[in-house]
């Protein structure tokens, strides 16, 4: 089964998740084998079946431009940094904002915490034919991402086949586009990912709303165990 295939509309989309799409799952002591913090509490909200990966899973390899800093980011070269990672689109008129004020306030955190140095935040447009160089830095004024910290990754794919291929097969975050042009929006779920030095997922944070002190918390033990 594709995930693509089991994409709903309207509000249902919030809850429709995948069985058995994810390969390389892990579960039980094989996740906790791979994890520095244990087993979230909250495990039970995910359900049996969903797309993205959670706690203990392998992080897919993301390589996409980042069109501010003009490079080729490959997630598999950040070496001992661990990874905060979503994905968004910057024209969004709901989720995406306090998804990402949330984010960027986490950015800010690892820096007051002193592990800035030890964390890069990618942020994965499933938009990219709107979301331009120009856009994104509209966008992180709006949000108040520190673009100037050197930690905060824009990644934009080439098109939308690719946005596809990334964000809702790799990543499992699942989307559909309403409408077309500039009035098009989008239908998506939120997640946002912590992963370890090491490429494996800590926690899958589910919600417009993340917590920024549990993430804060949660990145900043990680970092310590694994520096």
Same mark, same amino acid.
């Given at each position: 089964?594709?995930r693509?295939?089991?994409l709903?509309? !309207?509000?249902?989309?919030?809850?429709?998740?995948? #069985? !058995?799409?994810?390969?390389?799952?892990?579960?039980?002591d094989?996740?906790? /084998?791979h #994890?520095?913090?244990?087993p979230? /509490?909250?495990?039970?909200?995910?359900?049996?079946?969903?797309?993205?990966?959670?706690?203990?899973?392998?992080?897919? $390899?993301? /390589?996409l431009?980042?069109?501010?800093?003009? @490079?080729?980011?490959?997630? &598999?070269?950040?070496?001992?940094?661990?990874?905060?990672?979503t994905?968004?689109?910057?024209?969004?008129? #709901?989720?995406?904002?306090?998804l990402?004020?949330?984010?960027?306030?986490?950015? #800010? /955190?690892?820096?007051?915490?002193?592990?800035? &140095?030890?964390?890069?935040?990618?942020?994965?447009?499933?938009?990219?034919?709107?979301?331009?160089?120009?856009?994104?830095r509209?966008?992180?004024?709006?949000?108040?991402v520190?673009?100037?910290?050197?930690?905060?990754?824009?990644?934009?794919?080439?098109?939308?086949?690719?946005?596809?291929?990334?964000v809702?097969?790799?990543?499992?975050?699942?989307?559909?586009?309403? !409408?077309?042009?500039? $009035?098009?929006?989008?239908?998506?779920?939120?997640? @946002?990912?912590?992963?370890?030095?090491?490429?494996?997922?800590?926690?899958?944070?589910? !919600?417009?709303?993340?917590?920024?002190?549990?993430?804060?918390?949660?990145?900043?033990?990680?970092?310590?165990? $694994?520096?």
């Open positions: 089964m594709h693509r295939d089991v709903a509309t !309207g509000a249902g989309l919030s809850t429709v998740l995948v #069985a !058995g799409c994810l390969t390389g799952r892990l579960s039980g094989d996740a906790a /084998e #994890a520095v913090l244990e979230p /509490e909250d495990s039970k909200l995910h359900g049996d079946d969903y797309a993205y990966p959670t706690y203990g899973d392998p992080f897919p $390899t993301i /390589e431009p980042d069109p501010l800093a003009e @490079t080729e980011v490959n997630t &598999d070269s950040f070496g001992d940094d661990c990874l905060v990672c994905a968004f689109y910057a024209t969004c008129p #709901a989720e995406c904002i306090p990402m004020q949330a984010l960027a306030q986490v950015q #800010a /955190e690892s820096i007051e915490r002193g592990v800035d &140095d030890s964390v890069q935040f990618i942020a994965v447009t499933f938009d990219p034919e709107r979301d331009t160089p120009d856009e994104l509209d966008h992180a004024d709006m949000v108040n520190d673009l100037e910290a050197g930690n905060w990754n824009y990644l934009r794919p080439a098109d939308a086949d690719e946005a596809e291929s990334v809702n097969d790799d990543l499992g975050i699942l989307f559909e586009r309403e !409408g077309e042009g500039e $009035t098009a929006e989008f239908m998506h779920i939120t997640v @946002t990912f912590l992963v370890n030095p090491d490429g494996y997922v800590e926690r899958s944070y589910r !919600g417009e709303n993340p917590d920024v002190e549990q993430i804060s918390d949660d990145l900043e033990t990680v970092v310590e165990a $694994t520096n």
